[in-house]
């Protein structure tokens, strides 16, 4: 059995992803890592971490031969604000990461997905219904490795033959593990403060549209991508899928409709204002549908309601 392995394996999408493919493919087809340590009580037998800093080949090279690796989920990445921030380490890790995975899958003939995001497209890009092949000037240094990674990985499937696949993900919402270092981030945060205090202050305006996805339906999106023919796979590396899109306000009217007392505030913060002004309001994700049946089941009102009920139970 060649093995999974799963990069960034504590971040947002990752410690779902994990348990989702552990659940599918059994526990011991899955090695989760990531730079940080999981907390003791939350390792079990017979579920395997490695400490993993993705910009050490060495490291890769080590898992991926002694672990018997087959398929690389390749999450380890700074968010758009964070490498706002801190554009050198983004582009060590985002780039530098992504390069080195490539470069062992290539030796060991792994297949490997890739996130791409909004965060690819720019100011150039049309913003309503933003279609699957068009212009793609980021202004951000998270979007310049984003289209550089979907780039690469195209290189790397053409010229090597490397199977290597990616989607572009909107902001995404999950009661799991919060995000950190992402424009989006408001959309989860709103969420907790809306429960703990009843208000919340927001970082964007309230008429900043953006697309988003429930991780429910980015876990089922990520696993079906992996595993489509890939005969069918004309966009390889760079799906664009959402399930929804909304502003703050519209977000807060609907929270009201569970909390009638809810209230939302505005301090804008403008670097994140002008990340979120670079991105689409809204993408078409015809090719997703088409090429590998892509179809998201949350609605913003359906994934008002299941986040505010799960992490009711999660924060109580
Ligand atoms: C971010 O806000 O940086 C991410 C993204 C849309 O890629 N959530």
Partial sequence: MRRILVTGALGQIGS????????????????ASDIRLPPLDTLHPGERFEFLDSTNARQIQDIVRNGEVGTIYHLAA????????????????????????????????????FP??????????PKDNTPQDTIQRPTTMYGVTKVAGELLCDYYNRRFGVDTRG???????????????????????????AIRYGRYTCFLKPDTRLDMMYMPDAIAALISLMEADPAKLIHRNSFNVT?????????????RKHIPSFEIRYEIDAVRQGIADSWPNSLDCSAARAEWGFAPRYSLSAMVEDMLTKLRTRIS
């Fill in 16 to 31: 779902e992803l994990v348990v989702a493919l552990r659940e599918r493919y059994g526990s011991e087809a899955v090695i």
């Fill in 78 to 113: 700074l968010l758009s604000a964070t490498s706002e921030e801190k554009p050198h380490v983004a582009w060590e890790l985002n780039m530098g990461g992504l390069y080195k995975v490539l470069e062992v899958a290539r030796q060991h003939d792994c297949k490997v997905f």
């Fill in 116 to 125: 791409s995001s909004i965060g690819a497209f720019g100011p150039g890009t």
């Fill in 167 to 193: 989607m572009r993900f909107p902001g995404l919402i999950s009661y799991a593990a919060p995000p950190g270092g992402g424009t989006t981030d408001y959309a989860v945060a709103i969420f907790y403060d």
């Fill in 243 to 255: 399930a929804m899109n909304f502003t703050p306000s519209e977000l807060a009217n609907e929270i």
